[in-house]
């Protein structure tokens, strides 16, 4: 057993609310600079640079994980991971297909920008990515799971977009095993609530700009032997999973 420093909410240029220089190579050097060990990269309601960013982190010594920051219809923000980066992908391209279509005014909400392994953009995304999808959250997760992955609410300290701030409290379904929180100082008072102290509490960063990622300090503690990045991803899923 060994521990992992991790960061599993973060954003690239491709949300239309991160910087332009959160290009997968930089995310994944700021990591190796902050001592992290697992990265996962969570834009709004896309796995569309998470390819790049599997790229860039074999090139920089990170675990990736493929994820997606997906908008419920409640507009309720619910981090989805998943162990393969395939499996991230078709659900990428069955989200696309839920997504409520707005053109996206760069002017206004910045732009969305799809970049290969090296950071050289390839293309931007024509429609706004942060608004809501037509997905709610009893359905994010089988359909998550549905995928290899999982689901849980993100940053349910914050007001904007938080589980508790959107229906006013935890709902015990559907089920959760974690869920997130940006502040750590406010795990202990969130815990008194009995459905929130039966998950598995992750702290992220959510970052938006390269020096949002989160520093080393929580961690998890996994098998690794024989050694394999594919191995403690799958031993980090299966922990996730049982949540407390």
């Given at each position: ?68 920051e ?18 991230a ?6 989200v ?125 503690e ?20 049982k949540?407390?």
């Amino acid at each position: 057993m060994n521990r992992y420093y991790y960061d599993l909410h973060i954003h690239s240029c491709l949300s239309p609310c991160a910087d332009n220089d959160c290009t997968p190579n930089n995310l994944a050097g700021m990591g190796v600079l902050n001592g992290l060990n697992i990265m996962a990269l969570t834009d709004h309601n896309t796995c569309g640079n998470c390819p790049a960013f599997f790229a860039a982190a074999k090139k920089q010594g990170i675990i990736p994980i493929a994820g997606m920051e997906l908008t419920s219809a409640e507009d309720i923000h619910l981090i989805c991971l998943f162990e393969e980066l395939e499996e991230a992908m078709r659900f990428d391209a069955l989200v696309r297909t839920r997504r409520v279509l707005i053109r996206n005014r760069e002017d206004i909400f910045g732009e969305q920008l799809l970049t290969d392994g090296e950071d050289r953009v390839i293309g931007k995304e024509e429609y706004l990515l942060s608004n809501a999808t037509d997905i709610s959250i009893e359905e994010a997760v089988p359909l998550a799971e549905a995928f290899g992955g999982i689901c849980y609410p993100a940053h349910i300290d914050r007001q904007s977009n938080g589980m508790l701030s959107v229906l006013g409290a935890f709902p015990p379904s559907p089920f959760f095993a974690c869920a997130e929180v940006h502040d750590p100082a406010r795990i202990g008072s969130l815990s008194e609530d009995p459905v929130i102290a039966q998950k598995r509490i992750l702290v992220s960063s959510d970052a938006h700009f390269l020096w949002d990622v989160k520093e080393k300090r929580e961690y998890f503690e996994l098998d690794d032997e024989p050694y394999s990045g594919a191995l403690v991803r799958k031993n980090l899923f299966t922990l996730l999973r049982k949540g407390i």
